[in-house]
């Protein structure tokens, strides 16, 4: 979250113009914003007209519009918000006391003023705009949560889970005589896990990186990413170490494996269970 401009007086009131950034942004934003705050943010309304000879039509018009706040819903895995209040300074398009959404989205700035009632911009609020703006983001832990044909790529931050992609690839059972096909299918679920955690991590720092699956998958991932890395002579993913046993660390990747691995950050992904994985 950036910072654009803020005007508070020493008796609590005044305005903070914020520019939300990444997905997270939206969670410090669910948690700023309260009913009766007043929140200005562009929108897009739907306008209907009505000619001389009585035909109508509709037109959608962007606007900025300013809100009294009455509630918020936050969408966790979409990393949206959407809050929702009556229209409180008069608009050409829209009349105060209109009912309606404003859907914040990243890159483009919202103002918010808070309301006396909810104790102006008290202690409790700043603290959260600091969090917000803080520069500092190195204690994100890239996680892969995993079982054989699915892989969700995370983002572990220090308030909440953020799921940047989700890898599906059918794998043939173990058959009989067929085993190979198992092997490669294998094969082409890891590398296209590969592919995608080098698109959303850059692997290439030196960074804790969680892998965790039921059984021996994501041992099995690790021996792939280090086969991977010594075919390319890639030594930022190698690390120049192996794998001791089941549990252990392996260059810059902490593997965890079974029940060692807690589901407990994959329900704030999944919203389920480990089952659900």
Known sequence: MRLIKQN????GSGTVVLLPEEPEDMWHAYNLISPLDLLRASAIRRITTES????TSSTRVHTTLAIRVTSLDFDAQ???LHVSGRVAEENKHVKVGAFHTLDLE???NFTLEKAEENGGWDSIALDVVREAVRV???GAVPAVVMQEGMANICLITEHQTILRQRVEIAIPKKRAGRAGDHDKGLDRFFHAVLETLGRHVDISQPRPLLIASPGFTAAGFVEYVLDDARRRNDKASDGGAGCAGGDG????????????????FCED???GGWEGL
């Open 269 to 271: 992904v999944e919203g």
């Open 52 to 55: 001389s000879t009585g035909s």
């Open 136 to 138: 500092d983001k190195e």
């Open 249 to 264: 660390a392996v260059g810059g990747y902490q593997v965890c494996e079974g029940d060692e691995a807690d589901g407990g």
């Open 8 to 11: 508070i007086e020493r008796d």
């Open 78 to 80: 979409a990393g949206q």
């Open 106 to 108: 990243l890159h483009r």
